[in-house]
């Protein structure tokens, strides 16, 4: 009987990834590029297509300097593929690992039950 509660947990929750995976890649090409993005990508672009290595990002809403990590996923990602498309499935990636994530920190913490619902919300919560 425990083996099957587990498998009907693990299918649970590969559906659950499954939903996810379909709401990010359904209309990836229609992702939209907003302000910070696009300053974001044409740093990237920049250092990619010979440019000088980003050593700060932009502006924080407080007014700090955020380091420049973003800037060098967004190159890698346009090194493999250079099209905006690569931005655009780095992101879907990285919301995915985030509700896997999630997903594992709630079960740790506070069991099945709120593992199930923080990954449901998280899989179609369209923000994230």
């Known amino acids: 009987m425990h083996r099957r509660k587990r498998i009907v947990e ?3 929750f ?7 995976l379909f709401l990010r890649i359904r209309r990836l090409d229609t992702t939209g590029i907003w302000g910070d993005q696009s300053f974001t990508l044409n740093t990237a672009m920049r250092w990619v ?12 809403s407080a007014g700090f300097v955020n380091p ?5 996923l ?11 498309l690569s931005v655009a499935a780095l ?11 999630a997903g594992w920190a709630a079960y ?15 899989a179609v ?4």
């Open 74 to 84: 967004y190159a890698a990602a346009l090194r493999v593929w250079p099209d905006i």
């Open 68 to 72: 420049p990590m973003i800037e060098y």
């Open 14 to 20: 590969a559906l659950i990834l499954g939903l996810a």
């Open 10 to 12: 693990v299918v649970l």
């Open 91 to 101: 992101t879907m990636l990285s919301g995915m690992v985030a509700v896997a994530a």
């Open 49 to 60: 297509n010979g440019g000088a290595m980003p050593l700060a990002s932009n502006k924080s």
């Open 108 to 122: 740790k913490a506070f069991g099945q039950r709120a593992a199930f619902w923080t990954m449901l919300i998280f």
């Open 125 to 128: 919560n369209p923000w994230s």
